[in-house]
């Protein structure tokens, strides 16, 4: 389903948590963050999901990266279903999963098509379109979104590869070409000639005049 906009700055909500109150924007600091959400907890694909989220923890913090669900129902039923995605994952779910059951942050973040917005008695079909993943930077700015369907488990090995994109990136004139994965060359920007990109860069590979490679800076 098409957004009906792209968000850009952060919206900013306090909630509750399993983690207890949280505000979003002091919650992610100076790191990087993900948002993910889902229809409602337990559900089968969203505890395939949640499981490999609990197993790419020390992934995440490699890359100096935070990650919170998001889910429609209370935080005492979030603590329960933790149990079911521990025992399936063979990995502790310790990241933060907000009660979402008023819709506030659905509706703040445009998760939800206007006629999901139900005051009570949802379920999953209702919210089928809450699983969408965000990518926030230090800076509280939306770096990337995707939405999946309800019969599409999230490809978290893609999530990952996408936040090293936008980390190898982040405020240099540069760009990942397609099926970019960390080590691989990267591309120029236009807003350097050929005489900036090397001074900037070293050595670039002219494939067209347009499209240049260069050797992706180390961080």
Known sequence: MPRKHQITNTPDFTVDSTAGELNLHKWIGDSYAILFSHPRD???????????????????????????????????????WKRDIEATAGAPADFPIIDDTSLHVSKLYDMLPAEAYLPEN????????????????PDKKVR????YPMSVGRN???????????????????????????????????????????????????????????KAPKK
């Open 122 to 137: 949802r379920d999953a079909k209702n919210t089928a379109t809450v699983r969408t993943v965000f990518i926030i930077g």
């Open 42 to 80: 337990f559900t089968p694909v969203c505890t395939t999901e949640f499981g490999a989220v609990a197993q790419l923890a020390p992934e995440f913090a490699k890359r100096n990266t935070k990650v919170m669900g998001v889910s429609v129902d209370t935080v005492e039923e979030h603590k329960k």
């Open 144 to 147: 990337l979104t995707m939405s």
């Open 156 to 214: 978290f090995a893609e999530i990952l590869r996408a936040l090293d994109a936008i980390q190898a990136t982040d405020g240099v004139p540069l760009a990942t070409p397609a099926n970019w994965v960390p080590g691989q060359d990267v591309i120029v920007a236009l807003s350097l000639n050929n005489e900036q990109a090397k001074e900037k860069f070293g050595e670039i590979d002219i494939k067209l005049p347009y499209l240049r490679f260069a």
